[in-house]
């Protein structure tokens, strides 16, 4: 293989797996995620592979980068952003399309659209190099990746289906139930639990159960802003001491600033601060303490290790966020948090949660609650041709085109409204 390959032909693939009901402050999850896998093939026959979100104004966008990518040199990275940010100017809006549930608000659909071909183009400099991804970005700074388990509310099934295989958790004895399920499954070795969901002392209370069940254990709670200032600051004093930090617990950099303001809980966003532009003011407000990163919304894994040195000349914690996802993303997030060295904290990850996928098993193993950073070329992981299309049958049958936990909801629960800034 020469150093000239270039990209001779992209496939996206969109594709739906089965979710169960985990419940969130915006409502429930649908009983599909969806998610689009890219192919980039080259001349010189490899293939990179990346993984994104697959809401429908999103895949018309990677679509149509996908079409203008033939010819493009795999190693030219800037010129790809170039190129995405060409595309987005000629559409007509520039802001992200994946919908996140409801959650965010994201200005630009540069980073988003930009990142899984990034993840793709490394892919396939990887296994030009005979590299593995990690060492693209650096190189290991550790073998293996800590995660932290997440635990959710959830009903035991889905309307009309049969109980899942966790079975329900609304109360903090069901939540201990999961999280013993989580731990002795999977041996993490810390908990979050997704708040935002029932009144702030009964997710306390579940809090406190965690704790007395599991000794030691770092706990960190999330209720995605649920909650104004200065509830959170009851909440954060109720909790000193129990979780390593709260995630989200009132919406903005403001917000959060406030409720910094009077406490020493140290405060984790995934929500105020999700683009390079919100680090001066966050900062200068000292409104978070830790900043998630998230290679799919921070416009890929060159751009997260850039914001990973900000955190570290700043002072701020690190850790990582996940949204459903498959296991091209997992191993993605894995070597980039292999090549973090001012990595603070576990990673979050949705992963324990589907029952399905579309690499090759034995990748990407749990094993006391880490992964083993894949040392074979690129990303380490084979595409499941067979998977992938019976997948994307799914994605086809399953009618689902866009995250909207609130609209699902609002068909089980017509009076259901999103309980941000709620309690
Ligand atoms: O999947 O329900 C969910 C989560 O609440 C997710 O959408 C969030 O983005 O995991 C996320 C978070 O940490 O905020
Ligand atoms: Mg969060």
Redesign the pocket.
């Known amino acids: 293989v020469t150093a000239r390959s270039r990209i001779s032909r992209v496939t996206v693939t969109p594709v739906a797996f089965a979710d169960p009901p ?1 419940l ?1 402050v915006v409502g429930v ?1 649908q009983p599909f995620a969806l998610r689009a896998v890219l192919e980039l093939h080259t001349d010189t026959g490899l293939i990179g592979l990346g993984e994104t979100y697959a809401d429908e104004t999103h895949l018309a966008r990677l679509d149509a980068v996908a079409a203008e990518l033939p010819g493009h040199d795999p190693y030219d990275l800037d010129g790809l952003r170039r190129l995405v940010a060409r595309m987005l100017a000629s559409g007509e809006s520039g802001r992200a399309g994946a919908s ?2 409801g ?1 965010l608000d994201v200005d630009s659909a540069l980073d988003t659209v930009y990142s899984p071909f990034e993840v793709a183009c490394l892919d396939l400099q990887g296994h030009e190099a005979g590299r593995p991804m990690s060492d693209l970005l650096g190189g290991r700074v550790r073998d293996r990746v800590a995660f932290s388990g997440y635990l959710f509310y959830k009903w035991d099934r889905h309307p009309g289906q049969s109980p899942d295989e966790w079975g329900e958790a609304l109360g903090p004895d069901q939540i201990v139930t999961q999280a013993r399920r989580m731990v002795d499954g999977w041996g993490f070795g810390s908990l979050k639990l ?1 708040g935002g969901v029932l009144p702030p002392e009964e997710e306390c209370a579940a809090i406190e159960a965690l704790r007395d069940a599991f000794p030691g254990l770092p706990l960190r709670l ?1 209720p ?1 802003g649920a909650w104004t200032p200065e509830t959170s600051l009851r909440v954060a004093n109720r909790l000193a001491g129990v979780v390593e930090y709260l ?2 617990p009132t919406p903005g950099i403001a917000g959060m600033a406030q409720v910094s303001a009077g406490t020493d809980v140290p405060l984790a966003t ?2 105020c601060v999700i683009a390079f532009e919100h680090l001066p003011p966050a900062i200068a407000s000292d409104a978070v303490q830790v900043v ?1 990163s998230d290679h799919h919304l921070w416009g890929g894994l060159r751009r997260s290790m850039l914001l990973g040195g900000i955190t570290e000349t700043f002072g701020l914690g690190l850790s990582m ?4 996802h498959l296991g091209i993303s997992l191993a993605a997030m894995v070597h980039l948090a292999a090549a973090s060295p001012h990595l603070t904290y576990a990673c ?1 990850t ?1 992963y324990p949660w589907k029952t399905e996928d579309l690499i090759e098993p034995g990748g990407l193993e749990f094993v006391d609650g880490s992964v083993t950073v894949p040392t074979t070329p690129g990303l380490g992981v084979t595409l499941d041709r067979d998977r992938l299309g019976e997948l994307h049958e799914q994605y086809l049958s399953c009618g689902v085109r866009r995250r909207e936990d609130t609209v699902y909801m609002q068909e089980i629960q017509p009076d259901f409204r999103p309980n941000t800034s709620r309690w």
């Open positions: 985990l969130n999850h996140f549930g959650m997704k999330d995605n995630e989200d995934n929500m998630l966020h996940s949204n459903s979050d949705h």
